[in-house]
């Protein structure tokens, strides 16, 4: 009686935790994973990708996030930080980087808000140059300081008091990657409310 | 049933003088033989989670830190706070909290089930596989191998050397359990049992890598939530189930409350995950599920805290005296205040202004320090002592770390609190420039890294006791080291 | 998967756990797993004859005066 009492017990502590699971990810797989990606949304490139790893790499994910509340949360609209994001703008995702902190701003629609490239390249460099007070960590291993840049070296225009002397500072493949990544991080196509409807509110 | 009159308690300065029955001998010898079968599985495991405590901490304040001063370390690639970040929370949970838990069940294990620790020898196998595994996902994470994905960022060969290590721990727990020799199971047996069933379960699902995009964020969200729901926050309860009575000489409250805990909790808490994801691109019923369970969670919390409270309520002077009792109270305590701040949390209207800010992390450290922690560090003051026969040889350092931990987290969990919030009406206010709402959470950060350095005082102290206790140093006592008057030094050896 | 249909199926999956954990509770009332009147049994378990209930551990506090009487208490 001991064994079925304690098999009883392990069986219920068991259907706790799968009932769980079926709801909150069994369930919204089966209904999700039918999603088609939405017509204006591309493939990353092979370069992106690449970025794309960097970013995973140096931790981005940590404080800035990649998803647009709707209407009636928060500011993200008058932010213009994009439309309200579909599960359809992340199915090419993985691992996802929706993110959980905006210790940084929402960056789904950043290539919308800043295409610059040499914006992107002086920023992870040292983000202070562009952005003072910035708490965001400096990425200087993604560059390369050189005495001769060559033909194809894309040079970073910084200012005098940070230029090392003598030499200039290029972007290396990784930093280059990684600002193509961010670049191709634009959601602004529309979607059609499908089957998943999730600008609903409330 | 034993009889007993109410609050009839050996006032602290009163000697219990009775003759030592034979039953009473009888139980002391075996209380002893069980202490003696898990010495060797729980000192390894403690040793080891004290020093991924220090290296955790460590990382904590370096990541604290690098808001305060962004450039510092700024020109490697190893110490950006990108890498520092989780290596600091996978060190801390998967070492840290994990394996003062895995020694804590062990003990509890043995004197819970009143049988000796079987298959003993499996835990040296567990404890080597498991600290290699946080050891080597560490260094990847540092090298540039992050997985990617919050509270899952080992790489696959580091989560399946803890994998590994857990099933032998396992195995050897449900042996014991297997060759009980009571007919009854006390409360804090059925929290680690469930969590040995469940926890390994929701690893490997969470490791399989099968899902993608939105529905890999709504598994990411389950599994860090259930990492809480079904095997950290077993621990605390199971030990603060046993401390708190133990400790203070009386039963708890209500055993049918502590029923009802226990089911409402695992039916509700691991309902809860989806509460990361309040305005995300994900089925509004899925968030609203997860809403739900996170309110219901009231319930079994309440169960808890009436039953913790009722326990020691006309005790309370018994604080001043046992270290133990002072850590798991203050360790209940913050598992009731975060659990109801979690409930609020997870609304909407609420989620609105704390989502993305660091108000969450305030609430993350509330739970896994100020609850967690506090009665991991409780559980540590009583066993080690019993185990390593011999005490604490300073009174005055352990009442340094309490006092350090408690205020260092006060400080940063109240800094985090109202810098979070202000945070999230700041970044609500479309009008103030994003740079504008970094700024304001800057003295707040301040406070979090002073909050930290106090707790990692506290940590370096606790540390090097813990070590004075292994290397049996310091004056020989035959009573427990506590907060007022030292024991008198004597020979003769205790028990 | 349609949102109807997935809500069909979460409630029912909720019925079957609900009816599963009912009768999970009825088995355990008839079979007396659990003795009603003396539920608070179990919470004694942390208590045996040489740590019994009444007796306070890990805070014995010796005044000056019973110092030098070297008992040894149990410590264990």
């Given at each position: 009686?001991?064994?079925?009492?304690?098999?009883?017990?392990?069986?219920?502590?068991?259907?706790?935790?799968?009932?769980?699971?079926?709801?909150?990810?069994?369930?919204?797989?089966?209904?999700?994973?039918?999603?088609?990606?939405?017509?204006?949304?591309?493939?990353?490139?092979?370069?992106?990708?690449?970025?794309r790893s960097i970013y995973i790499r140096e931790g981005c994910m940590y404080c800035h996030s990649q998803q647009v509340r709707p209407e009636g949360f928060g500011s993200d609209q008058d932010r213009f930080w994009g439309r309200p994001s579909v599960p359809g703008d992340f199915v090419f995702d993985k691992p996802h980087l929706l993110g959980t902190m905006r210790t940084g701003p929402d960056l789904i629609n950043i290539a919308v808000r800043q295409p610059s490239e040499d914006w992107h390249l002086t920023h992870l460099y040292n983000p202070r140059i562009v952005v003072p007070g910035s708490v965001m960590p400096p990425f200087p291993w993604l560059f390369q300081e050189k005495v001769t840049p060559g033909p194809q070296d894309r040079i970073l225009a910084l200012p005098d008091s940070i230029t090392p002397r003598g030499k200039v500072v290029v972007a290396t493949h990784e930093g280059l990657a990684l600002t193509a990544y961010l670049l191709s991080l634009d959601r602004s196509y529309a979607v059609i409310q499908g089957k998943v409807d999730t600008t609903k509110v409330k | 049933m034993p009889r007993h009159k109410k609050n009839d308690i050996a006032a602290p300065n009163q000697e219990f003088r009775h003759k030592e029955t034979d039953a009473a001998r009888a139980d002391k010898q075996l209380r002893i033989s069980l202490d003696d079968s898990a010495?060797?599985?729980?000192m390894l495991y403690f040793a080891s989670a004290v020093f991924w405590l220090l290296v955790g901490s460590l990382f904590g304040v370096m990541t604290s830190l690098k808001f305060n001063f962004p450039d510092w370390l700024g020109g490697d690639a190893v110490w950006t706070f990108g890498r520092i970040r989780p290596a600091h929370l996978n060190t801390i949970m998967y070492g840290w909290a994990s394996l003062a838990g895995a020694g804590m069940i062990v003990w509890l294990t043995a004197r819970l089930c009143r049988t000796p620790l079987q298959l003993g020898w499996l835990h040296y196998l567990a404890a080597i596989l498991w600290n290699i595994g946080v050891l080597a996902g560490t260094i990847a994470i540092l090298a540039g191998y992050s997985q990617g994905l919050e509270w899952l960022e080992f790489p696959t060969f580091a989560g399946a050397l803890i994998a590994a290590g857990f099933l032998m721990f396992a195995a050897s727990i449900a042996q014991t359990f297997r060759k009980r020799n009571v007919d009854h199971l006390y409360v804090s047996l059925w929290y680690i049992m469930a969590s040995l069933l469940w926890f390994p379960l929701l690893y490997v699902v969470a490791n399989l890598g099968i899902y993608q995009g939105v529905v890999e964020a709504a598994m990411n969200c389950w599994y860090g939530h259930n990492a809480l729901a079904t095997w950290f926050t077993p621990i605390g309860l199971a030990g603060a189930y046993y401390f708190i009575?133990?400790?203070?000489?009386?039963?708890?409250?209500?055993?049918?409350?502590?029923?009802?805990?226990?089911?409402?909790?695992?039916?509700?808490?691991?309902?809860?995950?989806?509460?990361?994801?309040?305005?995300?691109p994900l089925p509004t019923w899925l968030v609203t599920v997860s809403i739900v369970a996170s309110v219901m969670m009231v319930v079994p919390v309440m169960a808890v805290a009436v039953n913790h409270h009722l326990t020691t309520v006309n005790h309370f002077r018994m604080l001043r005296y046992s270290p133990t009792l002072r850590f798991v109270v203050v360790g209940s305590m913050c598992y009731t205040a975060v659990s109801f701040q979690g409930s609020l949390e997870s609304i909407r209207s609420f989620q609105e202004v704390a989502h993305f800010t660091h108000y969450t992390i305030g609430h993350a450290h509330l739970g896994v320090y100020g609850f967690l922690s506090m009665i991991l560090f409780g559980a540590m003051y009583y066993i080690v002592p019993r185990l390593a026969k011999w005490e604490w040889p300073s009174p005055r350092m352990i009442k340094l770390h309490f006092w350090s931990a408690s205020m260092g987290i006060l400080l940063y969990v109240v800094a985090l609190t109202i810098g979070g919030w202000l945070q999230g009406l700041a970044m609500n206010d479309p009008a103030t420039p994003f740079i504008e709402v970094v700024n304001l959470t800057k003295p707040y950060l301040w406070a979090r890294s002073i909050g930290g350095t106090l707790m990692l005082l506290g940590h370096c102290v606790f540390a090097y006791q813990f070590f004075l206790v292994i290397k049996r140093a310091g004056p020989r006592r035959f009573a427990p080291a506590l907060f007022r008057e030292p024991a008198p030094m004597e020979g003769g050896i205790s028990a | 998967m349609t949102l109807p249909l997935a809500a069909l199926i979460v409630i029912i999956i909720a019925l079957v756990a609900g009816a599963l954990a009912l009768s999970g509770f009825i088995w355990a009332i008839r079979t007396k797993q659990f003795s009603i009147q003396h539920l608070n049994k179990g919470a004694y378990l942390v208590f045996d004859e040489s740590e019994p209930v009444g007796q306070s551990q890990d805070m014995i506090f010796r005044p000056a005066a019973e110092k030098s009487n070297g008992k040894s208490h149990a410590a264990s």
């Open positions: 009686m001991m064994f079925v009492r304690t098999f009883v017990f392990f069986l219920g502590v068991l259907a706790t935790v799968f009932l769980g699971w079926a709801a909150l990810v069994a369930v919204p797989d089966a209904m999700i994973s039918e999603v088609k990606p939405p017509p204006g949304l591309q493939r990353y490139t092979e370069e992106q990708l690449f970025g | 010495r060797t599985p729980t009575p133990k400790v203070i000489g009386r039963p708890i409250y209500s055993y049918y409350l502590g029923l009802i805990g226990f089911w409402a909790f695992a039916l509700f808490y691991n309902w809860n995950g989806i509460h990361h994801l309040v305005g995300g | -």
